[in-house]
């Protein structure tokens, strides 16, 4: 049973959850205002946001059709009868809780405005693929991704310090959303045949591989460029360039991305990419905290 709750929190995705609370860790640390108790609360909770929307994706895929025995990919919990939908519903349930608590405590010492980010999170986690008219599979996903995953995680979580949001949370924000968005293209690439005979018409369904794959490239590239950027306006750290030591990790991503459609390979991409994000986020942050320290 707790293998079957493993399998379906989708741990190899959680590393979007975690980087950006990294990096907004750091632009505290940087400002003199980082505290351990607000960044592991806030780390709760985005964590247990994630799990929750891939419980409801879980449940919902399988209810909708898109999880079939003919799906590339790892095992789906409530698809393949590990756990019942009720079930699953239970541990969306749990998982949202756990992210409330962490809401209150938040909202306690950092306000309302975490308040308006938390109901926003979880009403958009759920209409992803829930309901009558899921964005999910309307070609918004990259979307929802980019924003709550990217600039409201990473804003979100620098804000609960001591409610501001500075424009360096702003763009490296931009960079993990892009990163974050990668992934869920990864995922929609190596899904595309069974999305596409499900109705599932998400972006990389509407614009066909070599489109969803041209995203992809697009994406990982683009939080680069914003990296850069960001250090050439002076916004970031030059510091922070260490974190495009990845390129050379990212490069065999696209390539394979483009060549292969079996899954073995897809499922290493997917994997590869939330790695990659998860080791931008970490050179971001030490990044900042070398300019502040040295």
């Not at 909202?107 to 999910?136: D, E, F, H, K, R």
């Not at 591989?209 to 306006?233: E, F, K, M, P, T």
């Not at 079996?262 to 990419?273: D, E, F, N």
């Amino acid at each position: 049973m707790l293998g079957a709750w493993t399998l379906a929190a989708r741990p190899a995705t959680l590393w979007a959850a975690v980087a950006p609370l990294l990096i907004a860790g750091s632009l505290a640390a940087r400002d003199d205002v980082f505290e351990w108790v607000r960044f592991l609360v806030a780390m709760l909770g985005a964590i247990a946001i994630q799990i929750g929307v891939n419980f409801a994706n879980d449940v919902a895929d399988a209810a909708k059709g898109a999880d079939t025995a003919a799906r590339i990919g790892p095992t789906r919990a409530v698809a393949s009868g590990l756990l019942t939908s009720r079930q699953m519903w239970t541990g969306v349930v749990a998982a949202f809780g756990v992210a409330a608590l962490c809401g209150v405590y938040l909202i306690a010492v950092a306000g309302w405005v975490i308040a308006i980010i938390g109901v926003a999170s979880i009403l958009a986690a759920l209409g992803y693929t829930n309901g009558p008219n899921p964005y999910g599979y309307r070609g918004l996903g990259e979307a929802f991704v980019f924003v709550f995953f990217g600039l409201v995680a990473t804003v979100g979580a620098r804000y609960v310090f001591d409610r501001t949001a500075p424009l360096d949370a702003w763009l490296a924000g931009t960079a993990m959303g892009l990163l974050a968005t990668a992934i869920l293209l990864a995922n929609n690439v190596r899904d595309i045949e069974t999305d596409a005979m499900s109705g599932k018409q998400t972006l990389v369904v509407r614009v066909g591989r070599q489109g969803g794959v041209a995203i992809y490239n697009a994406a990982v590239a683009g939080a680069y460029a914003v990296v850069l950027l960001a250090v050439a306006s002076g916004w970031l750290a030059a510091w922070t360039l260490i974190s495009l030591a990845t390129i050379p990790l990212a490069v065999p991503l696209m390539r394979t991305l483009r060549k292969e459609t079996s899954g073995p390979p897809l499922i290493a991409v997917l994997k590869g990419t939330a790695r990659l994000q998860l080791l931008v986020g970490i050179l971001i942050s030490a990044g900042v905290l070398l300019d502040r320290y040295l």
